[in-house]
């Protein structure tokens, strides 16, 4: 079983809806969580990034994790075409990044 | 653009062969960070050099080795080749030594790697 499962998609919602995207997790040490995206052909950049449990909010989206459940989600509102990408979850039982373990993504389409 | 340079951008070689990949971190980041990237396994991290030196160590194969050099930027040797590692090496970099929590990890484009 791997340490953290993400289901790979691909999830394909029409423009405007609400998003969810989520990472199951085992390690019970993780306490830094963090969401990145991955256009195609490109590298993945830092979305959001939180610490231990609650929920954290940056425009139109919206990370929540659940340390009790070992889950962790991203919600996108008003979905747009140009959040098109795959979507990353990592997560680190410390601040050290060489110790980030990333999930294998969920491929998202936003369909006008 | 993230600031961190890859090259090259696309790799296609044989079996046995080795393969250097090089990257530029940007500019003022003193962490350099090497990720394979495979459909089946995600990201995984490989290696972590900071200012020079290697700071951690990851899933990275004894046929894999890396370097930082005094201009920060990084290489990663990759030898006697196989089939399966085919795959999207991603370079990243950091301001921090990566052991406190602030920063931002920041990758470049990758290199596809494909070994026939």
């Known amino acids: 079983q791997k340490e953290v499962e993400q289901d790979p998609g691909p999830l394909s919602v029409p423009e405007g809806a609400i998003v969810s995207l989520n990472c199951t997790y085992s390690?019970?040490?993780?306490?830094?969580f963090m969401w990145y995206r991955q256009y195609s052909r490109k590298g993945p950049e830092l979305l959001m990034y939180t610490y231990s449990s609650g929920n954290k909010e940056d425009g139109r989206f919206t990370a929540q994790v659940d340390k009790s459940s070992k889950y962790i989600s991203l919600f996108i509102r008003d979905s747009q075409p140009s959040d098109s990408a795959t979507y990353l979850c990592a997560m680190s039982d410390y601040g050290g990044y060489q110790k980030v373990t990333f999930g294998t993504g969920t491929k998202l389409q936003v369909i006008p | 653009d993230s600031g961190v340079t890859q090259t090259p951008k696309h790799l296609i070689t044989a079996t046995g062969q080795r393969v250097t990949l090089r990257c530029s971190p940007r500019s003022g980041d003193l962490s350099v960070y090497w990720y394979q990237q495979s459909l089946d396994q995600g990201l995984q991290f490989l290696i972590q050099y900071y200012n020079g030196e290697e700071r951690a160590k990851g899933n990275i194969l004894e046929r894999f080795s890396a370097q930082q050099f005094p201009d920060l930027h990084s290489e990663l040797n990759l030898s006697s080749l196989e089939l399966g590692d085919s795959a999207l090496y991603f370079c990243a970099s950091s301001v921090s030594s990566g052991r406190e929590d602030t920063g931002e990890l920041f990758f470049g484009e990758g290199s596809r790697l494909t070994v026939l």
């Open positions: 390690n019970s040490a993780f306490q830094y």
